[in-house]
């Protein structure tokens, strides 16, 4: 069965404190793996599509890696304004549908 | 450009009652899909349309809910009688289909039943 598990469930930083948020996958014939920031009282915002392991991508403080197991958000020196929650989703086998994690809340406190 | 639109954005009924929710996907966009997110089970894929065929309603949890597409520009999710167990964020999101497509997210429709 195809799981995505996130972890933690929330993370509270310092401003300018970097860390990271782990997704690990266990899915049959990746395809994609994605990032979206949620805030509240919004619909998820599209940050970043990997494909393969080794794969990096970046975006502003931002910067997301792919294993053949798990996906790291890396987040440098972060701003009160990256406070939002985090999902990873995974697009898998013949099917264009995403299946999401439960996400990570992330707190950053000036 | 204009992103996703869903209407209403707030929805609030008393059980046994009809709720249609509605979507406007990006336009030329080919794939539309309806979620619901709750605290307890996150976001959740209801049923999703390529080209607006449903391809995939394992989701929609009973017969109570329904889902049509009756063209590339309008969906409408549909709950028939609701139940307070229906409370929830139903969003509706739209991609281009290709082997890899990001869906882009619209604001959401926060639905309380009574």
């Known amino acids: 069965e195809d799981q995505v598990t996130q972890s933690p469930e929330a993370l509270r930083l310092q401003e300018g404190e970097s860390s990271s948020l782990n997704c690990s996958y266990t899915?049959?014939?990746?395809?994609?793996l994605f990032w979206y920031r949620q805030d509240p009282g919004k619909g998820p915002e599209f940050l970043f599509t990997l494909y393969s392991a080794g794969e990096e991508k970046e975006k502003e403080r931002l910067k997301a890696t792919l294993t053949k197991k798990e996906s790291f958000l890396h987040i440098t020196a972060p701003k009160p304004e990256d406070s939002a929650t985090y999902l990873c989703?995974?697009?898998?086998?013949?099917?264009?549908?995403?299946?999401f994690g439960t996400g990570t809340r992330l707190t950053v406190i000036p | 450009d204009a992103g996703v639109i869903q209407s209403p954005r707030h929805e609030v009924t008393e059980m046994g009652q009809e709720v249609t929710l509605r979507c406007k996907p990006i336009?030329?966009?080919?794939?539309l899909f309806w979620y619901r997110q709750t605290m307890m089970r996150g976001l959740e894929l209801l049923i999703y349309f390529n080209n607006n065929v449903p391809i995939d309603d394992s989701g929609m949890p009973e017969d109570r809910f329904s889902a049509k597409m009756p063209n590339a520009s309008f969906s409408t999710l549909k709950i028939q009688p609701s139940e307070p167990r229906d409370s929830a964020v139903y969003f509706c999101?739209?991609?281009?289909?290709?082997?890899?497509?990001?869906?882009?997210f619209g604001p959401g429709t926060r639905l309380t039943v009574l």
């Open positions: 989703a995974v697009q898998a086998g013949g099917a264009n549908n995403l299946f």
């Open positions: 336009s030329g966009h080919n794939s």
């Open positions: 999101a739209s991609s281009f289909r290709t082997s890899y497509n990001e869906q882009f």
């Open positions: 899915v049959s014939g990746l395809r994609g």
